[in-house]
């Protein structure tokens, strides 16, 4: 009993002190890299973007659940005020690719939902919970591969006005 206890301490333990190490990401940090597939049959790595485009990067929890259907089609539905910028955005969730391929074709996706199901980059990001899941975060990356914003305070019914007015008030280029 003894001996599981202190296995269960010493996890508990290393959780959090690898979720304190990620959660130190700050504006003016550079952006952990990651490599992921995504529902458009696309991987991307983050560092593909570097020096081009800048990113955004909006994590959300579980695919198919309601807060998270509301994000996305707020995503969709609006996403036209986000294509305004030279920036490329994506939904990002720890789900198995297969789910999040299905809560794309059920949403009319237009633009990739990234999946993450080692859990290593949402662990780089600092987004995920104890649950096992990603909090519902949003990074703004710049093209030098910087962090210029993170939002914590996301309302999944107006994410894509939200998403344009931070990248507006960031100074995002506008495409030309």
Known sequence: ???????????????LGLSAQAADLKVGDMAPDFNLQ?????????????DKQAVVVAW???????????????????GHLIREYDVSYFMASVDPLEDNMEFAEETDADFPMLSDPSKKA??????????????????????????????????????APDIAKNLAKLKVDKKS
Not at 8 to 13: A, D, Q, T
Not at 39 to 47: A, R, W
Not at 60 to 78: F, Q
Not at 134 to 139: I, L, Q, S, V
């Open 1 to 15: 009993m003894a001996n599981k206890l202190s296995k269960l301490s010493l996890s508990f333990s290393m959780l």
């Open 122 to 159: 949402a662990e780089a990001y600092g987004v995920l919970n104890f649950l096992g899941v990603a909090k519902r975060w949003t990074f703004y990356i710049g093209k030098n591969g910087q962090i210029l914003q993170i939002d914590k305070d996301i309302q999944p019914k107006t994410a």
């Open 38 to 50: 995504a529902t458009n049959g696309k991987t991307y790595q983050l560092s593909d973007f570097k």
């Open 60 to 78: 959300y929890p579980m695919a198919n659940t309601s807060g998270c259907t509301i994000e996305c089609l707020s995503l969709i539905k609006e």
